[in-house]
C-alpha cells in the first residue's frame, strides 16, 4: 500500500517536471513512473531502501545550500 502511494507521488512529480506536463507525454510518464516505482521498490532490500533515502536527503540538502551561497561556485 504505501509503495503504491509512494509510486504516486513521485510519478505525479516527475510528470510535473516534464516540458510538456499537460500534454499527454507528460501524463504518460507519470503513469510510467507511477507503476515501475512500486515494481522496484518490492525488491529492494531495507538497508538499500534508507540508504537510498539519506542520499537522496544529502544530495537536496547540498543543492540547496549551493543556491543560498554557502558554498563558492566553482
Known amino acids: 500500500m ?3 502511494i509512494v509510486g504516486a507521488y ?3 512529480k516527475i510528470a510535473g517536471k516534464s516540458p510538456k506536463a499537460d500534454s499527454a ?3 504518460t510518464t507519470g503513469a510510467i513512473a507511477a507503476s515501475a516505482i512500486p515494481f522496484i521498490l518490492s525488491r529492494m532490500s531495507l538497508p538499500s531502501m534508507l540508504l537510498l533515502g539519506a542520499g537522496g536527503y544529502l544530495v537536496k540538502r547540498h543543492q540547496d545550500k549551493k543556491q543560498a551561497g554557502k558554498y563558492p561556485r566553482s
Open 2 to 4: 504505501i509503495k503504491n
Open 10 to 12: 513521485l510519478g505525479a
Open 25 to 27: 507525454a507528460g501524463a
